[in-house]
T-cell receptor, first 117, second 111 residues
């Protein structure tokens, strides 16, 4: 079974530029998550999708971050314009539950490393 | 909001010895799940062990075991017979409808 795929793995941009990350979840997984992990900290949930609807985006900085999940499969996370403090690893994850039930294990991709200079 | 606290930023253990990582959490829910994830330098999050709050029996996965104290809201991880490959950052996580992480504990293994 293929895992969660993310691209690009590494990206360096200047502040005020834009960047987009792509995620392909495990086949059949209804729930998709984007986490931001700043160096030395635990991952912070940015947005959670169930199929193509948003379940939780309370910690997404909506003035500069946006995310979409078309057709309930792939997802894209965009940052525009980027700030220095956006430097982090962006982790995509998925789980098989359709109701957001906690018992289903969440599987993570390898992450997309962003450096803003 | 649920919070997860890991009070040990770093832990060091001799190869083949045992190390215990601490985790406490805050919740008003009675039904939830707890996890320990391992994150090597590659940043891939790997599930180590999970515990259902309604189960009194502590979870065990090979050399990894937990001590779950529901009343105390404590969830510690014990790594027995530590190996060099166990060196990584370990995150405690809590889930009811969304997964929240602690700040992590860096484990180093001395040869």
């Amino acid at each position: 079974e293929a895992g969660v795929a993310q691209s690009p793995r590494y990206k360096i941009i200047e502040k005020r530029q834009s960047v987009a990350f792509w995620c392909n979840p495990i086949s059949g997984h209804a729930t998709l998550y984007w986490y931001q992990q700043i160096l030395g900290q635990g991952p912070k949930l940015l947005i959670q999708f169930q199929n193509n609807g948003v379940v939780d985006d309370s910690q997404l900085p909506k003035d500069r971050f946006s995310a979409e999940r078309l057709k309930g499969v792939d997802s894209t996370l965009k940052i525009q314009p980027a700030k220095l403090e956006d430097s982090a690893v962006y982790l995509c994850a998925s789980s098989s539950d359709e109701t957001g039930v906690a018992e289903n294990t969440i599987y993570f991709g390898e992450g997309s490393w962003l450096t803003v200079v | 909001a649920q919070t997860v606290t890991q009070s040990q930023p770093e832990m060091s253990v001799q190869e083949a010895e045992t190390v215990t990582l601490s985790c406490t959490y805050d919740t008003s829910e009675s039904d939830y799940y707890l996890f320990w994830y391992k994150q090597p330098p590659s940043r891939q999050m790997i599930l180590v062990i999970r515990q259902e709050a309604y189960k009194q029996q502590n979870a065990t996965e090979n050399r990894f075991s937990v001590n779950f104290q529901k009343a105390a809201k404590s969830f510690s991880l014990k790594i027995s017979d530590s190996q060099l490959g166990d060196a990584a950052m370990y995150f405690c996580a809590y889930s009811d409808y969304k997964l929240s992480f602690g700040a992590g504990t860096t484990v180093t293994v001395r040869a």
